[in-house]
């Protein structure tokens, strides 16, 4: 820390030796560390409460060791605010649904009126396949922005946390510190492609995740990108490659045609369904979202990279169960 104060701040710097020892000496000898920066924290020890820093068991009025309502909770809390709608109403909402997918504004206030009884189901201890849900509840896939409702209806504002916070300022700065960290990410690219190219660079700099083989083995880089987003060419059949799919990859991920610099279409991918875009981000955002409206896992490949954007960018606790191994 010291050394990096006066590399930022060159007029910090002490005018002898290295120029840091004035902000923090190591011990020697068994004498204590010294330094502005030790002071300071010594200071600050003797007025944290002692449990707060020693005890094996936090205070319970920290604020880390508050508990975040997992999304099952999230429903419960939610529809025991929500009396003004019959059970068989919504029922009878679902059987429209599932028949038809127009007039478009009827097809989206009812999935709005049935957003909480949709993810109750769907989150029930009775795991789901997102082909039982497709077959249940059809407008998921067929109608644009769907995915996007049920995020919000669960999770409110947080729906709108990675459009807004993956600015173009942040994703070069991430390209910056990953230049450093691989040969394959460049920090010197065109402002109006920073943040696709700051997306595209995830897997280069966070760790890899282990495969769920025999040996666990860590997957590599090219395997941890493609489970992320897929880089195909333009004037790639889209069927014929969507049922190539359907015996390997079943989890979600974004697919994006053409060069890797400049697609020209994106797509957010589950189980064979490829759901049109506008942008890389909005590809992104809607995958993220699938992982939770639908109650999937991340890919092992690329998991540490969803929990950056989750933990990070969305600000969000893990939604259940356990993380595989990174």
Known sequence: MAISMIQQFPALKDVEGPGYEAWYT?????????????ERLKNVRKRMPKQGWTSLEPSSSSEENQKEPSTKEK????????????????????????????PIPKVVEFMKKTALKRQEEI??????????????????????????????????????RLIMKWTQELAKKLLQ????????????????????????ALPLILPTGKLSNAKKSRATVKEAMESFIDFQPIGTNL???????????????????????????????????????????KAVDVCFKLFYVLDLEYPSACYTTWEFIQKVLYQLMPKTGTPPPV
Do not use: C
């Open 123 to 160: 989150h029930s201890e009775k795991k789901s396949t997102v082909h039982d849900i497709e077959l249940q509840w059809p407008r998921h896939f067929d109608v644009p922005n769907m995915i996007d409702g049920d995020f919000r209806a669960v999770h409110g504002d947080v729906s709108d």
């Open 75 to 102: 429903i419960e809390e939610l529809k025991s605010k929500e009396k003004d709608m019959e059970p068989e109403n919504l029922e009878e909402m679902k059987q429209w649904l599932q028949r038809n997918n127009s």
């Open 26 to 38: 190591p011990a020697v000898e068994g004498e204590h560390a010294k330094g502005f920066i030790e």
């Open 239 to 281: 069927p014929q490659y969507l049922d190539g799919l359907m015996s390997k990859r079943r989890q979600p991920f974004v697919l994006a045609l053409g060069p890797q610099k400049a697609p020209a279409q994106y797509f957010a991918v589950v189980e064979g369904r490829a759901l049109k875009q506008d942008s890389l981000l």
């Open 177 to 200: 510190y990953g230049e450093k960290q691989s040969p394959q990410v460049q920090a010197d690219i065109d402002h109006q492609s920073a943040q696709d190219a700051g997306l595209t």
